[in-house]
């Protein structure tokens, strides 16, 4: 079965930069991948997603400007550059598989059939 393993979160200051990774364990992610997160009290919120082959990618208008999505295929690795963090950016962020959509993304939830466990992100002075 598809597994799912984020890294990277942590502590930074406001206006600082964090880069996530995202690799599977075992599978080859040849499908389109997207970065959701969820801050306490909130409904899950889509953040990025990029399709296989990299060519296409969305974000919410939140992060727009700031967040940069790649993959690395070579490595099943999709990754989320996160600069200009804001304390609103503080939330558990997962790193989501949709096993059946591959030349394009869609940053709906409801789509993904794969998930990650969760990498805590905290934006704090």
């Known amino acids: 079965q598809l597994q799912l393993v984020e890294s990277g979160g942590g502590l930074v200051q406001p206006g600082g930069s964090l880069r996530l990774s995202c690799a599977s364990s075992?599978?080859?992610?040849?499908?389109?991948l997207a970065w959701f997160r969820q801050a306490p009290g909130k409904e899950r919120e889509g953040v990025s997603c990029i399709s296989s082959s990299g060519a296409s990618t969305n974000y919410a208008d939140s992060v727009k400007g700031r967040f940069t999505i790649s993959r690395e295929n070579a490595k099943n690795t999709v990754y989320l550059q996160m600069n200009g963090l804001k304390p609103e950016d503080t939330a558990v962020y997962y790193c989501?598989?949709?096993?059946?959509?591959?030349?394009?993304?869609?940053?709906?939830?409801?789509?993904?059939?794969?998930w990650g466990q969760g990498t805590q992100v905290t934006v704090s002075s």
């Open positions: 075992g599978f080859t992610l040849d499908y389109s």
């Open positions: 989501a598989a949709d096993t059946a959509m591959f030349g394009r993304c869609v940053l709906r939830d409801e789509e993904y059939d794969y």
